[in-house]
């Protein structure tokens, strides 16, 4: 459901190149060595970088020259800009209305989201008042508000301890499941990967691979993958 049609991607001096699909829906993992372009790959689907060659196709339909927020793609980022003046509800809320004047459908909808994550008690909680998880559960309840297609998320669990780790990646691929996303999820993790993705992309000098099984990957890796292994 995803396409990267030759795509090519200068950031300065850097060059990144994808022709590749992901069939969604599910969790592909997006895996590399620093610097090598994984943060672009997504950031180009989200459309905050614009391609210098090739399209991006969701559905079948070009998105390459659409505004961020009329992709059918939404976000969670390892710094995930929870405003710490609000309340977990508001934040939430902020989603769908930036006034924060919400229906009684859209209260409902957030009402749903925190209960999907686990934080129905906590709506009326200070952000800065929550913990570590219970605001990467918040980050991930408001990601989901917008009920997109596809959901991007770059090193989302990445300071997070590993029991907490383990437990929003299963959080997320129970989510994924249930509304059938696609869903990429850049991680430096290898078990990150086989736990929960079907299928592995690598992201290694200038160039997206097409996503592979996960297991397969990893029990056969390219070179520029064992490069990557073998360095970490
Ligand atoms: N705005 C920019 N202008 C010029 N170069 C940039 C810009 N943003 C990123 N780059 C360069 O693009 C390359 C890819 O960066 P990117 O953040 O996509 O890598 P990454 O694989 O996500 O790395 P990490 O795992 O360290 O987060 C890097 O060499 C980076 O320095």
């Not at 800009?81 to 957030?110: I, Q, T």
């Not at 686990?118 to 929550?130: I, M, Y």
């Amino acid at each position: 459901m995803i396409r990267f049609d030759r795509v090519v991607i200068r950031q300065g001096d850097f060059v990144l190149r994808a022709d590749l699909e992901v069939a969604g829906p599910g969790i592909t993992a997006v895996i590399g060595p620093s610097g090598g372009g994984k943060s672009t790959l997504l950031m180009a689907l989200a459309g905050f970088v614009r391609p210098a060659e090739g399209r991006i196709l969701v559905s079948g339909e070009d998105i390459t020259r659409r505004a961020p927020d009329r992709r059918p793609v939404s976000i969670l980022f390892q710094e995930h800009n929870l405003f710490a003046h609000l309340d977990v509800a508001g934040n939430v809320g902020l989603g769908l209305r930036p006034s924060l004047r919400l229906s009684a459908d859209e209260r409902a909808k957030v009402e749903a989201v925190l209960e999907r994550t686990g934080l129905e008690s906590l709506g009326a909680r200070a952000v800065s008042a929550l913990s570590g998880g219970q605001r990467q559960r918040l980050a991930l309840a408001r990601a989901l508000l917008r009920d997109r297609p596809v959901l991007l998320l770059d090193e989302p669990f990445a300071a997070l301890g590993p029991g907490l780790k383990r437990d929003m990646l299963d959080l997320l691929a129970e989510i994924v499941a249930e509304r059938r996303l696609t869903a990429l999820i850049v991680t430096h993790d290898p078990e990150d990967a086989k736990r929960v993705a079907t299928e592995t992309l690598l992201v290694a000098d200038g160039v997206a691979e097409a996503p592979r099984e996960t297991g397969e990957l990893f029990a056969a890796p390219t070179p520029a993958l064992q490069a990557y292994l073998g360095d970490d």
